[in-house]
């Protein structure tokens, strides 16, 4: 047995190493760095990034929008990918291969993408107008609402591709047996289908809501330098402030934040059902 354990670290050892060096380091120093002030830790700059009611709106509106984002996708990729996974033959091939092509273009153009769309002049404000809905254009970009949807626009294909390979592993026969028994589509839906795709629904609710978190370039173009996010912040006090004990606070936020993301989505998967 312990021939066997030994032979088996020997293997594992390289790849924790590797890990370590690469990951688990980088990560540490990074979270140092914000807990590190004049010589010695302390709690200090956390205290005083959380003093500042600029700081507050920003963290709270980073979480705001992360959890609208992630809460649109997974009902937008639930209906999704519940209608991929019902096409019979080659359709469904090709459907998912539209899901996944967004995802080989660069966030960069796709979300530029948005500017022509949501401007002042863009296909959004010219159809509100032609319809009557508004006389003059409305302020769509540079706004929280321009962040959400060029986030979910971003994020919203990678829930998708989650949840259709939770959805193909469902027992067709429970959810036939649940409409014999009478149950509606809101039963079915909350009673079947969701107990047994969480834990597709983790996996895309944390890439989804660790994505939002940490994007850098679609708030920072949809979104401006009036509607800061946390990311967009972390990029001023780096470049502009040079302030690297409060960036370092901020990643060390985005980093917690993100991890306890996966935490509560694995909980989630791992739940029973009442």
Known sequence: MFEKRAEAFVLIAPAALFSLAVFVAPVLALLSEGFHFEGHWSLQPLSAFFASSLNQAVFW??????????????????LAAQAIV????????????????????????????????LGRTGIVNRALIFVGLTDEPLRILFSETAIFIGLLQLLLPLMILSLI????????????????????DLQIFVKIILPLTREGFAVGGTLVFAGSMTAYITPAVLGGAKVLMLETLLYQRVSIANDLVSAGVIASLLIVMSFAANLVMRRIAKARTA
């Open 61 to 78: 509106r980073t979480l705001k929008i992360a959890a609208l984002v992630t809460a649109a996708a997974a009902g937008l990729g639930y």
């Open 86 to 117: 019902d096409i019979k033959g080659g359709g469904k091939g090709r459907m998912v291969a539209m899901v996944v092509l967004p995802l080989m273009v660069s966030p960069v153009a796709r979300t530029y993408a948005w500017i022509v769309i």
């Open 165 to 184: 390979g939770a959805l193909e592993n469902l027992p067709r026969d429970a959810v036939a047996a649940a409409r014999v028994l009478g149950a509606n």
